[in-house]
């Protein structure tokens, strides 16, 4: 696996990742109109394509391959970086 510091301009990397967010009853992140009702924030798993990293704050922007959601995450909270391909429409 490529350490997040070793990312290359140019290349295309994904990773696992966790983040804290707003879940819904099934565990994945909520997305809804204003004045849903969800159970509450929990920790959320998945993996991401990562989009920027921003070393001087030590985070990553990311797109979850799952929900197509943008997450900020820090570097402590991604792992199994690699390269990837991407095939299709990825936004």
């Known amino acids: 696996m ?3 510091l070793d990312i ?18 099934q565990g994945e992140p909520a997305t809804g109109s204003p004045g849903d009702s969800f ?3 929990g920790v959320y798993e998945s993996i991401g394509i990562i989009q920027t990293r921003d070393l ?6 990311l797109i979850d ?16 970086i690699d ?5 299709g429409d990825e936004s």
């Open 56 to 61: 001087e704050n030590q985070k990553v922007k």
């Open 2 to 4: 490529i350490d997040v």
């Open 8 to 25: 290359q301009p140019g290349e295309r990397y994904g990773c696992k990742f966790r983040t804290v967010t707003m879940l819904n009853d």
């Open 39 to 41: 159970p509450g924030p």
């Open 83 to 87: 390269t990837i391909e991407v095939i």
């Open 65 to 80: 391959t799952v929900s197509r959601l943008t997450f900020v995450v820090s570097f402590d909270d991604i792992w199994d």
